[in-house]
């Protein structure tokens, strides 16, 4: 009967064991999986954004994700993200806030990086450079360049638009640092394209 009742001990704690161990990683790392479907999508965005946004229209128009609040975040973002880069008018930033925020709760590094990011360039569009800027160095600060899924792709962008919005005001010496870290980060997200192209902005 002891015999048992340990087996039975043990099986119950190898439970628990388990469910809190899950619990405990989930709350590490806090983050929604993005939809495969979104996945692919997003993995579009560099090669062919046109194409990238044309699905996420079609998939909106489905209303496949309605009701699920991190799949319509990450619906909301991949589109603002995909105008951004087709140049675009993107939304206003009180509406484009929600999804900040949400992010800022839930979302991982390179999650947070990109909807500060965004939110600069709405700001950018506004002609508000202040805001802009402000933006850009919180989305900076949310970047973890410890971690090996680092979005380096996305951070040499931001510091590109920072160098751009200081050259504007005609701070140049503000100008050549965001070109500093452009080229660096581009180096490291393996772009040798824009890396040599931030070395010509420096000089």
Known sequence: ??????????????????????????????????????????????????????????????????GDKAAEMRMRMLKVKAQNKLSMQLPSDSSFMEVVSYYDRHGSPNDRMLAHYLLGSIYRDMNEAPMALECFNNATEQADTTRSDCDY?????????????YESQFLFDMAKKANVLFCKYALKAGDIYNYIRGKEFIG
Request: with cysteine; net charge positive.
């Open 153 to 165: 792709h996305t951070l040499f962008r931001i510091y590109g638009q920072m160098a751009h919005i």
């Open 1 to 66: 009967m002891t015999g048992f009742v340990t087996k039975k001990f043990w099986g119950v704690s190898a439970a628990v064991l388990l469910i809190v161990a899950s619990s405990v990683f989930l709350l590490g790392t806090g983050y929604d999986q993005c939809p495969p479907r979104l996945a692919r999508i997003d993995s579009l965005m560099d090669s062919n954004p046109q194409a990238a946004y044309d699905s996420l229209l079609h998939i909106d128009s489905l209303h496949i994700y309605k």
